[in-house]
């Protein structure tokens, strides 16, 4: 499957088109192909912003920012960088706080429902994410991975490139000698993605050839079986209301409780809990003494009851 073939035209079509670029091979091919979109004249120049986030966790990170402002400037698109501190980045989780910190700059943006942000997630991202959901215990919505399409703030976010091997992308580069930066930090087998990628995928490969896009079939049903799980979800939330009419909650079966929290939650702050914390919110708020006032609290999120509602802050 061609590189060129993959669609950036999208219906309807965007007002503002952002793109995260790291500097790394895949995010330098996407950003080439919206160069190629925009000569085709599917989209203006001014049109397009490139996003580079400098978390400063290298000592090349600030050459990194440089390198990608050239490429912004190359393809004559707006550029601006988002600087994280390293303070922001304390505790063991340090790809959960940067990608936190990633979305909240990315979030800020998509101001507009026009407003489309591209990033350049491939096939072997998609693979990896599912596997690193399966060891967590994941639900079907974690084991769904990554969909190509989804909202943040006003906007959408776009994954053009989920159907496309990292194979693909490679010769992509080599074929018209584009330039990419290589984060040493890819190489660091502490970090389960790299783990998963360096120690456990190859060999999976190698019995299996087409072991990637097999896994990447099977996630599309599995994102097809989601959405419509979410279509009768909302239905319930709808009769729910905002805040949730705990009488209402519990003429419904217990065993639907995480499932429409987890859907609530998600369609006001944006937030996935985990299956424990959602079981905590089903038992100590929800379940509580009418006397009680139990309250679940998480950086950004709070849930208490009042009276017979669930509400959320």
């Not at 995260?20 to 397009?48: N, R, T």
């Not at 399966?134 to 769904?144: I, M, N, Y």
């Not at 580069?173 to 998963?196: A, C, G, I, M």
Request: hydrophobic share 40%.
């Amino acid at each position: 499957m061609g590189l060129l073939n993959c669609a950036l035209e999208f219906d309807p079509k965007p007002t503002r088109i952002f793109i995260g670029v790291s500097g790394g091979l895949d995010s330098i091919v996407l950003l080439d192909l919206l160069a190629v979109a925009v000569k085709q004249g599917v989209y203006d120049a001014d049109q397009c912003v490139v996003l580079h986030v400098n978390h400063h966790l290298q000592a090349q990170s600030n050459q990194w920012a440089e390198f990608v402002q050239s490429l912004a400037e190359k393809y004559s698109f707006a550029f601006e960088c988002c600087h994280l501190e390293p303070a922001d980045f304390e505790g063991e989780n340090v790809e959960a706080k940067a990608r936190d910190g990633r979305y909240a700059f990315f979030k800020t943006h998509l101001t507009q429902p026009d407003d489309f942000l591209l990033l350049a997630h491939h096939q072997q991202d998609q693979v990896e994410t599912f596997f690193l959901n399966l060891q967590r215990g994941s639900g079907l919505a974690g084991l769904a991975a990554m969909p190509k399409m989804r909202r943040l703030g006003q906007g959408k976010v776009v994954r053009p490139l989920l159907d496309y091997s990292r194979e693909v992308l490679q010769t992509y580069v080599e074929t018209h000698q584009l330039k990419w930066l290589e984060d040493p930090s890819n190489q660091n087998l502490n970090l389960n993605r790299n783990f998963l990628r360096h120690e456990i995928l190859p060999h999976l490969k190698k019995r299996w050839p087409h072991f990637e896009k097999n896994t990447g079939a099977a996630i599309l049903r599995l994102q097809e079986a989601r959405n419509i799980l979410d279509d009768y979800l909302s239905a319930d939330l709808l009769k729910l209301g905002n805040p949730v009419d705990l009488k209402v909650l519990k003429t419904l079966p217990a065993s639907r409780y995480p499932l429409l929290l987890q859907q609530w939650i998600k369609q006001q702050s944006g937030k996935v809990l985990s299956e424990v914390q959602l079981m905590v919110i089903v038992n100590e708020v929800i379940a509580a003494r009418a006397d009680a006032h139990p309250v679940f609290e998480i950086p950004g999120l709070k849930i208490y009851r009042k009276k017979q509602q669930l509400i959320l802050e």
